[in-house]
């Protein structure tokens, strides 16, 4: 563990700066590679990123519902603040989770993540296909994401851009739960300290919530993204 | 003090824990939303099948913080959650939709701790 997280991070990161240049890059979430059966969920997501250009602010709201045992399909519409100030529908996004191995059976746990997201005002695309990977040390968690991103339309050049997240979590208590999230990307940089939590209610009724502060490492003099989530699932 | 069979029901899941070499088993029996045995005794170190068979006509949802697991094992079905390895201690497991009833710990103890172990 000693050698591989840092091994990792640095072959993520010289991947990824490799490639072509970031266009529009947002710090969004870590997946986990679990899906439950009966699964539904209401949730909203908000990232606010401050740098050198000014402050983009972005939200998302989204119902999911499980298919199967180890399936799970999530529809999005995302929201965003322009130039102006006005906040207004920026796109839509359809988004399949997909649970490949039974938590705990193997030496990590592993999913697939795929999205398909369109813009509201142009013809423009998105489509990423991802694998999420977990694996326990202990109370800790080590989660990944791999993604793999095509973009294409009438506003954006048709290109392949590379994406990586991580998270390694403590599990103290089910409510707080701190952790050290990192986000790399064409371009991007970024590393800081989220917090999870859970709250049960009756039945299958839970409340999740994320909350992370993520600082921008690629060179600009400000970068900072802040973000949140909850999630109720019933 | 144990009742005589809550201790029969704990003996009885040492039996499935000799199952395979390669990796102990314990089952757990799920009737009228409660645990059979409640308290389930696995060797530390190892990583261990915990089987629930569910008797109940509705499904079961298997919580547990402590383990860092979540399974629904659907009515009159059965299911596996892979545990371990643990270091020895005390793990609270519930059914999400009964949990006034459906309560149970899984105790992780040294394997020369374990009863069947002479």
Known sequence: MKVFLPALLVVVTVLISASVKADNFNVDKVYHPYVLPFEREFEWRLTSRQNDDGNVLMQRFSYGHALSERVVLEGYIVGSRDEYDDFGMEGYELEIRWMLTEQGKYWADWGALFELEKQHTTDDWEATAGILTEKEFGRFSLTTNFMLVYEWGETVENEFEGEFRMKYRYRWIPEVQPAVEFYAAEGYVGVGPAFMGIRRFDGQRQLKWELGFIAGLNGDSKDHTLRMSLEYEF | ?118
């Open chain 2, 1 to 118: 003090m144990l009742s005589v069979p809550y201790r029969t029901l704990i003996a009885l899941s040492f039996i499935s824990l000799q199952a395979k070499a390669a990796m102990p088993e314990a089952i757990v029996e799920i009737k009228n939303h409660l645990f059979s045995p409640q308290e389930v005794i696995i060797p530390a170190n190892k990583k261990v099948r915990l089987v629930f068979i569910n008797h109940d006509a509705t499904p079961e949802e298997i919580d547990s913080f402590d383990l860092n697991r979540e399974k629904v094992i659907f009515g009159n079905s059965k299911g596996t959650i892979y545990v371990g390895p643990l270091p020895p201690g005390t793990y609270r497991f519930f059914g999400e939709y009964h949990p006034n009833t459906a309560v149970g710990v899984v105790r992780v103890v040294r394997p020369e701790a374990l009863p069947d172990a002479d």
